[in-house]
Nanobody, 124 residues
């Protein structure tokens, strides 16, 4: 079992930056990587980014490319999501999750353990 604890987030003006953290403990070696998802009010949870544990390969949603960066600190079992040039449409609750499936990196079903979620609000 994997436990994920998120930190970061908050309120920022459009164009600003935030960094989210996700600290993992437990059987992290059984997963392929860590992903980030977000869910805005009234919308489905959507994929944002993912990073592989082994080779640090990353994948991003089109909405995140060029603005968000996912990185990891293996020694701390922590994954970060650096978000720059934030837009009001980035407002959502952001979740990290371990990727244990290997069907498709943006598929929710590939992910099992989830963090508690953290609110990101971008004002215009």
């Amino acid at each position: 079992q994997v436990q994920l604890v998120q930190s970061g987030g908050g309120l920022v003006q459009a164009g600003g930056s935030l960094r989210l953290s996700c600290a993992a403990s437990g059987r992290t070696f059984s997963s392929f990587g860590m992903g980030w998802f977000r869910q805005a009010p009234g919308k489905e949870r959507e994929f944002v980014a993912v990073i592989n544990w082994r080779d640090s390969k990353t994948y991003y949603a089109d909405s995140a490319k060029g603005r968000f960066t996912v990185s990891k600190d293996n020694g701390q079992n922590t994954v970060y999501l650096q978000m720059n040039s934030l837009k009001p449409e980035d407002t959502a609750v952001y979740y990290c999750a371990t990727r244990s499936g290997y069907r498709y990196f943006a598929d929710l079903n590939d992910y099992d353990s989830w963090g508690q979620g953290t609110q990101v609000t971008v004002s215009s």
